[in-house]
């Protein structure tokens, strides 16, 4: 098993704040993705990443993958209540068939 | 299109029955996996599939069976239920490998085996 360490685990701010969500692992991974999830529901894709060095933005999330394709980070710009939720990350190797291998990752509260 | 449809929602299990979790998807998706999440632990591969009549095991596949006959459907059997079978389970489904379109997930089902 590929292993993806997520930080911080928790993260509770106020409304307006930046932040940055980490993702690491020893291994090399094809891609790098990151979901959201809500309470009762599925993740939800938010992103794939699969170039060393790529750096995405949707609206106020920036997502980067390493250089050396084994970490990424979420970074999101002037947060909102609406930004709440369990963000995931999951990296997508040759093993498993491409089946992802998940972090633990980060319940984020967005108080107003 | 309904995407990734996992039944039942719900379901509580004695200890020995078994059942299975069922998933389908309409968006013509050949990479299909089974996850379970649980507090603390994240979501952990239980099965997966490359395509229809090719599956293998992912990291905690034991008291799970699964197949895949048709391209659409991916069930989850399990044979007999344990109380650490208690989980959300999530199916997902890919275009393709490699992770480039990413996954779509089901919205699970909570499984309580007392």
């Known amino acids: 098993t590929q292993l993806l360490e997520q930080s911080p685990q928790f993260l509770s701010i106020q409304e307006g704040e930046n932040l940055t969500v980490y993702c690491n692992s020893s291994s090399v991974f094809s891609s790098l993705q990151w979901y959201r999830q809500e309470p009762g529901e599925g993740p939800v894709l938010l992103v794939t990443?699969?170039?060393?060095?790529e750096v995405k933005k949707l609206k106020r999330l920036t997502f980067q993958f390493g250089d050396a394709r084994k970490d990424s980070s979420l970074h999101i710009t002037a947060a909102q209540p609406g930004d709440t939720g369990l963000y995931l990350c999951?990296?997508?190797?040759?093993?498993?068939?491409?089946?992802?291998?998940f972090g633990k990752g980060t319940s984020l509260l967005v108080t107003p | 299109n309904a995407g990734v449809t996992q039944t039942p929602k719900f379901q509580v299990l004695k200890t020995g029955q078994s059942m299975t979790l069922q998933c389908a998807q309409d968006?013509?998706?050949?990479?299909m996996s089974w996850y379970r999440q649980d507090p603390g632990m994240g979501l952990r591969l239980i099965h997966y599939?490359?395509?229809?009549?090719?599956?293998d095991q992912g990291e905690v596949p034991n008291g799970y069976n699964v197949s895949r006959s048709t391209t659409e459907d991916f069930p989850l059997r399990l044979l007999s239920a344990a109380p650490s079978q208690t989980s959300v389970y999530f199916c997902?489904?890919?275009?393709?490998?490699?992770?480039?379109?990413?996954?779509?997930f089901g919205s699970g089902t909570r499984l309580t085996v007392v």
């Open positions: 599939s490359v395509g229809a009549g090719i599956t």
């Open positions: 968006m013509n998706h050949e990479y």
């Open positions: 990443v699969v170039t060393g060095g």
């Open positions: 999951a990296g997508a190797g040759s093993n498993s068939g491409y089946a992802l291998n």
């Open positions: 997902a489904s890919s275009r393709t490998g490699g992770g480039v379109y990413g996954y779509t």
